[in-house]
């Protein structure tokens, strides 16, 4: 358990990340059903990637890591969690909006979808973006021991 933890944390990560880009290329302006549909179900691998991560990281944090005082001790090991949290908050917005889409795609309606939609939406898929990317060099600042006193 003590590889199978990690290398699950390491999966869900990068699960997280392709499931963004992905969610940043399929949305586009008078995006189709089908793809609604895609951006639904990949939004779905987001949502359940972010479980794995945080389950495997409270596994991390109490159970297989180095010990909760050394995480707690460490500013880097906060802001890290807080980027965690501040992505789980960004990503319900766009995920309302694709299960809004994507229901009325399944009772026969095409979605209106303006561009300033998209825009609203991509923007907060790219905040997510830029927030997972600094996370793991939190990481490695907190696997180093920087930031503790």
Known sequence: MEILVPYLHFLGIMTLMGSLI???LILKPGIDGSRIKQLA???MIYGLAA???LATGLLRWFVYGKGSEYYLSNPFFHTKLTLFAIMAILSIWPTIRFLKWRKQVKNGQT???SEKMV????MFIR???LLISIIPLLAVFVARGTGHN
């Open 119 to 122: 825009k609203g939406t991509l």
């Open 41 to 43: 179900t990949i939004d």
């Open 51 to 53: 479980i794995l991560v």
């Open 111 to 113: 979605p209106e979808i």
């Open 22 to 24: 992905s969610e940043h």
């Open 127 to 129: 905040i997510e973006l």
